[in-house]
C-alpha cells in the first residue's frame, strides 16, 4: 500500500512544513447571507483534501475565493507561508493554483495538445512549435498513466467524460500548479472512468502536488482523501485525517455539523 | 512508462494503410474538404459533357477571372464565420475599398497605384475595426452591427461617387495598368514558367523539412510516400496550370497567352491567411473562441480583442476583394449590389465546408466554396441557362452544403 504509506509519511510531515495553502478566519457574505464565516484551512504539499459539506454549506464558495473568483470579506488567505491577495483567476494561475470547474472549460473542436496548451503555446520564431508541445504533452499524458486516448491529436469532443478530466488535469501539470481546485470531478461519471479520474488524483499527490477535491460521493473521497475538511452552514465543522474518520461519523458531520458520542 | 495510443492515420506506415485511415475518418464525419471537392469534380465533368468548350484554354482563364472576387470574400467571411460570428458588411465594404482606390488613382488626384490601394485598403480596416470595437467591447450581436455596416457602407458608396465630379454617370475607371492587370493582366510565358518552379520548390522543401522535423523529435509521422505524393500533386497541378495558360487564348491575330497574375494573387493570400489561422497564437484563438469563448477566456485569452481583429480582417479582405473588382470590371459605379455580393462571400464559405456554428473551417475551403460558385456560373452560362435556373441551382448547392454542417454539428454534439 504505497498510499497509505505516503499518507502516513505526509501526516508526520505536516507539523514540520509550512503549509502550502493556509485560510485563516476567512469570511465571505453575499449581502445579508454569510456564506462562509471564520474558515480556516491548511493544505499541504501532496495531500489530497476533500471539502465535503451539504448543498448550500459553501463549499462552491470557498473554492471560488481561493481560486480568486471572489474576494473575502474577511480573514487571510497565506500561500506558502506568505500573504497573499488573489485577485483573479490569472493572479491564481501565477501563484500555482488550477482550478477544474465541472463543465472543464475545454474546446471541443481542439485536439488535445490544442487544449492542453490553450493560453500558452510555446512559439518558435514567432509561429506555434506544434513540435514541442506534442512532445511535452505526450509525456505529461504518459506521466499520468494516461493510455486511453486514441490520439493525442483527437478532438476533445470524441472523449469521454473521464478523458476529458484526464485533459484538463493534464493541463493543470503543464501549468506547473502546485494546487489543483477539482469540483465535483467525478459527478457524471461511469464506474471505470470515476476510477480513472481518482487514480489521476493519486497521481498528482504523488507528484507532490496538492489536490483540493469537492465531492458529493463518500466513496470517493474516502478512496482518495488525506484529509476530509467539512464544512457546515459556512462554517469549518472540522478536519480530519481520512484514517481517522468512517463514512457514518462523515455523514453525521455533513449533516450536523459536530460529532457525537460515538466518536469520543 | 506507456505512451498513449495513436489514431490508425498516424502510425500508418505505407499509404494504403494512410488512405484505409483517412477513409476510416471520413466515414465518422470527419470528412474536411472532401465532399466539395468531390462535388465541383462533378460539376467540370458535367459541363464538360454538356459543352466541350468548358475546359477550353480560354474558358478556364475566364473561370480564374472571375472566380476571385467570391474566394476573397468568402476568405473575409470566414474571419467571422470561424468565431461564430457573421459578417453582413462584406458586399458595401468591397465596394467602398475598390472606391476609394479608384477615386485616388483617377483625376483630379492621380496619386500612384499602389498608395491608393493601400488607402482602400486602410479605409477598409477601420470600417471593420469600428464594427469589430461595437461587437466586442459593447457586446453588441455582430448580425445587427454589420447589418448598419450594410446600410451605412451603401450610403457612403453613394456619397462618394455622388460627390465625385469626375464620375459621370456614377462610375469612374480605373486608370493605372498595375490595378488593370490584378484580375485581368497576366505574365509572359516564361515568367509563368519560373513563378510556378519555384513555388514548387519552395513548397516541396518546407514539406520535406517538416517532415524531417517531426520523425526526427520522435513524434508519429505521416509516410513519407504521402509527402512525397503531395509535393507531386502540387508540381503537377502548376505544370498543368501553366501549360493551360500559356496556350494562345487570343485570336488568330491577337496572341494573349501567360499565367494571370489573379494566381498568384490569391495564392499569395491563401498561404498567409493559412499560416495566420493554422500556426499563429491568433489564429488558434480565433477556433478556440469559436469553440468555447468560455473556455478561451479561462485560459487567458483576450477574446475581446482577437473578436475585433478577426472583424478588421474580414473588411480587409473584403477590401482586397474590392481591388479585385475593381480590375475585372475596369471600373466602379454606384450601382454595385453589395447586399448580394455578402450572401456570395457567406456562400462560399459555406459550400466550401466553414461551419456557420464556430470553429470549423479553413481559408482553402473559401478557395473551394468560391470555385464552386463561379463553376456553376460560368458552365450553365456555356450551356445556355439563364439566370433564374443559375440561382435556383446555387441556392440548392448551399442547401446542401448547409445540411451537411448541420448534420454533422449534430453528430459531434450528440456523442
Same mark, same amino acid.
Given at each position: 500500500?504505497?498510499?497509505?504509506?505516503? $499518507?502516513?509519511?505526509?501526516?508526520?510531515?505536516?507539523?514540520?512544513?509550512?503549509?502550502?495553502?493556509?485560510?485563516?478566519?476567512?469570511?465571505?457574505?453575499?449581502?445579508?447571507?454569510?456564506?462562509?464565516?471564520?474558515?480556516?484551512?491548511?493544505?499541504?504539499?501532496?495531500?489530497?483534501?476533500?471539502?465535503?459539506?451539504?448543498?448550500?454549506?459553501?463549499?462552491?464558495?470557498?473554492?471560488? $475565493?481561493?481560486?480568486?473568483?471572489?474576494?473575502?470579506?474577511?480573514?487571510?488567505?497565506?500561500?506558502?507561508?506568505?500573504?497573499?491577495?488573489?485577485?483573479?483567476?490569472?493572479?491564481?494561475?501565477?501563484?500555482?493554483?488550477?482550478?477544474?470547474?465541472?463543465?472543464?472549460?475545454?474546446?471541443?473542436?481542439?485536439?488535445?495538445?490544442?487544449?492542453?496548451?490553450?493560453?500558452?503555446?510555446?512559439?518558435?520564431?514567432?509561429?506555434?512549435?506544434?513540435?514541442?508541445?506534442?512532445?511535452?504533452?505526450?509525456?505529461?499524458?504518459?506521466?499520468?498513466?494516461?493510455?486511453?486516448?486514441?490520439?493525442?491529436?483527437?478532438?476533445?469532443?470524441?472523449?469521454?467524460?473521464?478523458?476529458?478530466?484526464?485533459?484538463?488535469?493534464?493541463?493543470?501539470?503543464?501549468?506547473?500548479?502546485?494546487?489543483?481546485?477539482?469540483?465535483?470531478?467525478?459527478?457524471?461519471?461511469?464506474?471505470?472512468?470515476?476510477?480513472?479520474?481518482?487514480?489521476?488524483?493519486?497521481?498528482?499527490?504523488?507528484?507532490?502536488?496538492?489536490?483540493?477535491?469537492?465531492?458529493?460521493?463518500?466513496?470517493?473521497?474516502?478512496?482518495?482523501?488525506?484529509?476530509?475538511?467539512?464544512?457546515?452552514?459556512?462554517?469549518?465543522?472540522?478536519?480530519?485525517?481520512?484514517?481517522?474518520?468512517?463514512?457514518?461519523?462523515?455523514?453525521?458531520?455533513? $449533516?450536523?455539523?459536530?460529532?457525537?458520542?460515538?466518536?469520543? | 512508462?506507456?505512451?498513449?495510443?495513436?489514431?490508425?492515420?498516424?502510425?500508418?506506415?505505407?499509404?494504403?494503410?494512410?488512405?484505409?485511415?483517412?477513409?476510416?475518418?471520413?466515414?465518422?464525419?470527419?470528412?474536411?474538404?472532401?465532399?466539395?471537392?468531390?462535388? +465541383?469534380?462533378?460539376?467540370?465533368?458535367?459541363?464538360?459533357?454538356?459543352?466541350?468548350?468548358?475546359?477550353?484554354?480560354?474558358?478556364?482563364?475566364?473561370?480564374?477571372?472571375? *472566380?476571385?472576387?467570391?474566394?476573397?470574400?468568402?476568405?473575409?467571411?470566414?474571419?467571422?464565420?470561424?468565431?461564430?460570428?457573421?459578417?453582413?458588411?462584406?458586399?458595401?465594404?468591397?465596394?467602398?475599398?475598390?472606391?476609394?482606390?479608384?477615386?485616388?488613382?483617377?483625376?483630379?488626384?492621380?496619386?500612384?497605384?499602389?498608395?491608393?490601394?493601400?488607402?482602400?485598403?486602410?479605409? *477598409?480596416?477601420?470600417?471593420?475595426?469600428?464594427?469589430?470595437?461595437?461587437?466586442?467591447?459593447?457586446? +453588441?450581436?455582430?448580425?445587427?452591427?454589420?447589418?448598419?455596416?450594410?446600410?451605412?457602407?451603401?450610403?457612403?458608396?453613394?456619397?462618394?461617387?455622388?460627390?465625385?465630379?469626375?464620375?459621370?454617370?456614377?462610375?469612374?475607371?480605373?486608370?493605372?495598368?498595375?490595378?488593370?492587370?490584378?484580375?485581368?493582366?497576366?505574365?509572359?510565358?516564361?515568367?509563368?514558367?519560373?513563378?510556378?518552379?519555384?513555388?514548387?520548390?519552395?513548397?516541396?522543401?518546407?514539406?520535406?523539412?517538416?517532415?524531417?522535423?517531426?520523425?526526427?523529435?520522435?513524434?508519429?509521422?505521416?509516410?513519407?510516400?504521402?509527402?512525397?505524393?503531395?509535393?507531386?500533386?502540387?508540381?503537377?497541378?502548376?505544370?498543368? +496550370?501553366?501549360?493551360?495558360?500559356?496556350?494562345?487564348?487570343?485570336?488568330?491575330?491577337?496572341?494573349?497567352?501567360?499565367?494571370?497574375?489573379?494566381?498568384?494573387?490569391?495564392?499569395?493570400?491563401?498561404?498567409?491567411?493559412?499560416?495566420?489561422?493554422?500556426?499563429?497564437?491568433?489564429?488558434?484563438?480565433?477556433?478556440?473562441?469559436?469553440?468555447?469563448?468560455?473556455?478561451?477566456?479561462?485560459?487567458?485569452?483576450?477574446?475581446?480583442?482577437?473578436?475585433?481583429?478577426?472583424?478588421?480582417?474580414?473588411?480587409?479582405?473584403?477590401?482586397?476583394?474590392?481591388?479585385?473588382?475593381?480590375?475585372?470590371?475596369?471600373?466602379?459605379?454606384?450601382?454595385?449590389?453589395?447586399?448580394?455580393?455578402?450572401?456570395?462571400?457567406?456562400?462560399?464559405?459555406?459550400?466550401?465546408?466553414?461551419?456557420?456554428?464556430?470553429?470549423?473551417?479553413?481559408?482553402?475551403?473559401?478557395?473551394?466554396?468560391?470555385?464552386?460558385?463561379?463553376?456553376?456560373?460560368?458552365?450553365?452560362?456555356?450551356?445556355?441557362?439563364?439566370?433564374?435556373?443559375?440561382?435556383?441551382?446555387?441556392?440548392?448547392?448551399?442547401?446542401?452544403?448547409?445540411?451537411?454542417?448541420?448534420?454533422?454539428?449534430?453528430?459531434?454534439?450528440?456523442?
Amino acid at each position: 500500500m504505497a498510499n497509505a504509506q505516503g $499518507t502516513e509519511a505526509r501526516s508526520k510531515d505536516r507539523a514540520s512544513v509550512t503549509p502550502l495553502l493556509k485560510l485563516s478566519r476567512v469570511s465571505k457574505n453575499f449581502g445579508p447571507v454569510q456564506a462562509l464565516t471564520d474558515v480556516e484551512l491548511e493544505i499541504y504539499p501532496g495531500e489530497v483534501v476533500a471539502l465535503v459539506g451539504d448543498n448550500g454549506a459553501g463549499k462552491s464558495t470557498m473554492i471560488k $475565493t481561493v481560486s480568486g473568483m471572489w474576494a473575502p470579506d474577511g480573514g487571510q488567505v497565506f500561500w506558502e507561508g506568505k500573504e497573499v491577495h488573489v485577485r483573479g483567476p490569472r493572479d491564481a494561475a501565477a501563484l500555482g493554483i488550477a482550478t477544474m470547474y465541472q463543465d472543464l472549460a475545454l474546446c471541443d473542436n481542439l485536439d488535445i495538445v490544442q487544449n492542453m496548451f490553450l493560453g500558452r503555446e510555446p512559439r518558435r520564431f514567432g509561429f506555434l512549435d506544434e513540435t514541442a508541445m506534442e512532445i511535452a504533452a505526450r509525456k505529461t499524458l504518459s506521466d499520468l498513466s494516461v493510455t486511453t486516448v486514441r490520439s493525442i491529436r483527437q478532438a476533445v469532443g470524441s472523449l469521454s467524460g473521464g478523458q476529458r478530466q484526464a485533459v484538463a488535469v493534464a493541463r493543470a501539470v503543464l501549468e506547473d500548479a502546485k494546487l489543483v481546485i477539482m469540483d465535483e470531478p467525478t459527478a457524471a461519471l461511469g464506474v471505470s472512468q470515476t476510477a480513472m479520474v481518482l487514480n489521476l488524483v493519486k497521481t498528482l499527490s504523488d507528484s507532490g502536488v496538492a489536490v483540493l477535491i469537492i465531492s458529493h460521493n463518500l466513496v470517493d473521497v474516502f478512496s482518495v482523501a488525506d484529509q476530509i475538511a467539512v464544512l457546515y452552514l459556512g462554517h469549518m465543522a472540522g478536519t480530519y485525517p481520512a484514517s481517522q474518520l468512517d463514512t457514518q461519523q462523515a455523514v453525521e458531520l455533513i $449533516t450536523t455539523g459536530a460529532l457525537g458520542k460515538a466518536h469520543e | 512508462m506507456t505512451t498513449p495510443e495513436v489514431s490508425n492515420e498516424l502510425v500508418a506506415d505505407s499509404l494504403g494503410e494512410y488512405a484505409a485511415a483517412q477513409w476510416k475518418r471520413i466515414k465518422a464525419g470527419e470528412s474536411g474538404a472532401l465532399p466539395v471537392i468531390v462535388g +465541383l469534380v462533378i460539376i467540370v465533368i458535367a459541363f464538360q459533357t454538356q459543352n466541350s468548350k468548358f475546359l477550353s484554354a480560354t474558358n478556364l482563364s475566364n473561370l480564374i477571372q472571375q *472566380c476571385g472576387v467570391f474566394v476573397l470574400l468568402g476568405m473575409a467571411e470566414s474571419f467571422a464565420l470561424l468565431l461564430g460570428e457573421i459578417d453582413l458588411s462584406t458586399g458595401y465594404v468591397m465596394a467602398i475599398g475598390a472606391t476609394v482606390t479608384a477615386e485616388l488613382n483617377a483625376p483630379p488626384h492621380n496619386v500612384n497605384w499602389f498608395l491608393a490601394a493601400l488607402a482602400g485598403l486602410a479605409v *477598409c480596416a477601420v470600417f471593420g475595426t469600428i464594427m469589430g470595437l461595437l461587437i466586442s467591447r459593447l457586446a +453588441l450581436p455582430s448580425f445587427v452591427v454589420t447589418l448598419a455596416g450594410l446600410l451605412g457602407g451603401e450610403g457612403i458608396l453613394l456619397y462618394l461617387i455622388q460627390k465625385d465630379k469626375y464620375a459621370p454617370g456614377g462610375s469612374i475607371s480605373v486608370t493605372s495598368n498595375v490595378l488593370n492587370d490584378i484580375d485581368q493582366g497576366s505574365m509572359s510565358n516564361s515568367t509563368g514558367w519560373i513563378v510556378m518552379i519555384v513555388a514548387v520548390a519552395v513548397f516541396g522543401a518546407f514539406a520535406l523539412f517538416q517532415h524531417r522535423r517531426r520523425s526526427s523529435s520522435g513524434l508519429v509521422t505521416a509516410p513519407l510516400s504521402l509527402t512525397a505524393l503531395k509535393v507531386a500533386a502540387v508540381a503537377i497541378a502548376g505544370v498543368a +496550370l501553366v501549360l493551360i495558360s500559356n496556350h494562345n487564348r487570343g485570336s488568330l491575330l491577337v496572341h494573349l497567352s501567360g499565367v494571370l497574375w489573379i494566381v498568384p494573387f490569391l495564392a499569395v493570400i491563401l498561404i498567409v491567411y493559412t499560416v495566420l489561422l493554422g500556426r499563429t497564437r491568433f489564429g488558434r484563438y480565433m477556433y478556440a473562441i469559436g469553440g468555447n469563448p468560455e473556455a478561451a477566456k479561462r485560459a487567458g485569452i483576450r477574446v475581446k480583442n482577437v473578436r475585433m481583429l478577426a472583424f478588421t480582417l474580414s473588411s480587409l479582405t473584403a477590401g482586397l476583394a474590392g481591388l479585385v473588382y475593381l480590375s475585372q470590371l475596369g471600373s466602379i459605379g454606384s450601382d454595385v449590389d453589395g447586399g448580394n455580393y455578402v450572401l456570395y462571400a457567406v456562400a462560399a464559405a459555406v459550400i466550401g465546408g466553414t461551419s456557420l456554428f464556430g470553429g470549423r473551417g479553413k481559408m482553402v475551403n473559401a478557395l473551394l466554396g468560391g470555385l464552386v460558385i463561379t463553376t456553376i456560373y460560368n458552365g450553365m452560362g456555356l450551356i445556355q441557362i439563364g439566370a433564374a435556373g443559375q440561382d435556383m441551382v446555387i441556392a440548392v448547392v448551399l442547401l446542401a452544403a448547409v445540411t451537411v454542417d448541420a448534420l454533422s454539428h449534430r453528430g459531434r454534439i450528440g456523442r
